[in-house]
């Protein structure tokens, strides 16, 4: 499974195209990780490579035709075009049957019975990611922010670009295209950066995030579990979606760097927000950026529309996230918890309210329970579950019982993930560690080889975001 970057197979997939990269002339680089690419994509499943071609290959002409183009009638029409193909693929293999069965239901409960037999629609992975980006330049071309890129090697590059084909981070053509085709030497290499972003990367999803959603799992599959092992479970799957992502994130960075090619930063320390416009500019911040520039703002959320281009927007984001009732609940939470920050923002314009290293921790501790909140909804399979588990939280909590012995050395790992995420928030740089003598980084990476071996890595453990 060369598609999971912490696997064997991976490893030896990519010491080969970095070896025939670094050798090649800069001529053929990007034909190397073009077809590198799509072999990458075909280890998962080859029956989709199609979706990605025709995405592809449909995006590239409608650009070229916006660039040639003056009828504002006809640019409308290749925009549409470029709209209708990505969205009518993602909706169909990711939404029908979610739609279709609701659809169904309804008209059941209207008393208009239909046969209907489920389809069983396998999810393309990567489809909402790379959808998003190839839309993103078509978007962007037809705004005149940039013109259409030419090349079909590099445009084609740009799609599938395998460090962040399957779950990002989503990059806009104008940052990424210039960095693809830009002569590159291997001297320039940021080496030292891009083997921490590997290893801790890897360190986050292997030893962290795989182990702690075991814990969320096995609480999430009860009936209805007491109070003190909600607490654990919505930690727990806090923990791991943060370490799962940004962990993939940080070594498709590192993977990036070691081919000359530098990636945006995705995550950036999200827990320590003390509000939601504060979170989404650190939570998958190449998502947030997307539904703003090309949803959120369009509708008018910078100005007189705020509440209803928020509304809009979160509900969308959160269906993004899958075809789920859960997902657009969550969405809808996270609307009405950015209306009450915002309100709460208006009521202190002009007062005098404290404003010190206790209050701003105060702030960033009632933020984080609100935000583990949000992960109880988006990890529950049903309303009927969060209003189970939510009964349960209210109904009382022994801390006492979140002491399992059998998870010190996990807690060790939890802990020592907090003080570090301290430290780089402290210092606001979150490349501390290759900034630093040869001592001191191989004692962070002793430190993680320990932790490794004591823990051990969870077998067939894949990332969360490939599912969306």
């Not at 660039?67 to 169909?92: A, C, M, P, T």
């Not at 959603?213 to 607490?231: C, M, R, Y």
């Not at 630093?436 to 990476?445: E, L, R």
Request: charged share 15%; proline share 3%.
């Amino acid at each position: 499974m060369i598609y999971l970057f912490h696997s064997t197979d991976f490893i030896i997939f990519f010491v080969g195209i970095f070896c025939l990269y670094w050798l090649s002339s800069h001529r053929y680089r990007n034909v190397i990780l073009l077809i590198a690419s799509y072999l990458f994509y075909i280890s998962w499943d080859w029956r989709f490579l199609g979706l990605l071609l025709i995405s592809t290959g449909i995006d590239y002409y409608c650009g070229i035709r916006l660039g040639q183009e003056e009828n504002v009638k006809k640019r409308r029409g290749y925009l549409l075009l470029s709209i209708v193909v990505n969205l009518s693929l993602l909706g169909f293999f990711k939404y029908f049957n979610f739609f279709t069965e609701n659809l169904i239901a309804l008209l059941s409960h209207l008393g208009l019975a239909f046969n209907y037999t489920t389809l069983h629609i396998i999810l393309p992975v990567g489809i909402s990611f790379y959808t998003f980006q190839t839309l993103s330049y078509t978007f962007d071309v037809y705004k005149r922010r940039m013109g259409p890129t030419r090349n079909i090697i590099d445009f084609a590059l740009f799609v599938s670009f395998f460090p962040q084909l399957i779950a990002g981070p989503i990059e806009r053509a104008v940052d990424l295209i210039p960095k693809l085709t830009a002569k590159k030497q291997f001297k320039n290499i940021p080496y030292k950066t891009a083997f921490y972003l590997f290893m801790y990367g890897a360190f986050t999803k292997v030893v962290i995030a795989d182990h702690v959603g075991l814990i969320a799992d096995s609480v999430f599959k009860e009936a209805s579990p007491p109070g003190s092992l909600v607490v654990l479970g919505v930690l727990a799957f806090a923990l791991q979606i943060y370490c799962d992502f940004s962990g993939y994130s940080n070594m498709a960075r590192g993977i990036a760097y070691f081919l000359g090619v530098e990636l945006s930063v995705n995550f950036n320390l999200p827990y320590f927000s003390i509000k939601p416009s504060e979170f989404w500019k650190r939570w998958h911040i190449t998502l947030s950026s997307w539904v703003q520039d090309y949803l959120y703002i369009p509708l008018g959320g910078n100005k007189a529309r705020f509440y209803s281009s928020l509304i809009i927007s979160m509900f969308l984001m959160g269906l993004w996230h899958g075809a789920g009732w859960n997902f657009i609940l969550w969405g809808v939470y996270w609307a009405g918890v950015t209306i009450v920050y915002r309100v709460w923002d208006i009521f202190k314009e002009g007062k005098k309210l404290p404003s010190n290293s206790a209050t701003k921790s105060a702030s960033i501790l009632i933020f984080f329970i609100i935000t583990s909140y949000s992960w109880l909804i988006f990890r529950s399979q049903s309303f009927h579950q969060i209003i189970s588990l939510t009964t349960s939280l209210l109904s009382g909590i022994d801390l006492s019982t979140l002491y399992v012995p059998r998870y010190l050395y996990l807690y060790a790992s939890m802990i020592f993930i907090l003080i570090y995420e301290v430290i780089l928030y402290q210092k606001n740089d979150q490349l501390v560690v290759p900034k630093q003598g040869f001592y001191t980084q191989m004692a962070f990476y002793l430190i993680l080889f320990f932790l490794f071996v004591e823990i051990g890595a969870v077998t067939d453990a894949t990332f969360i975001y490939f599912q969306f």
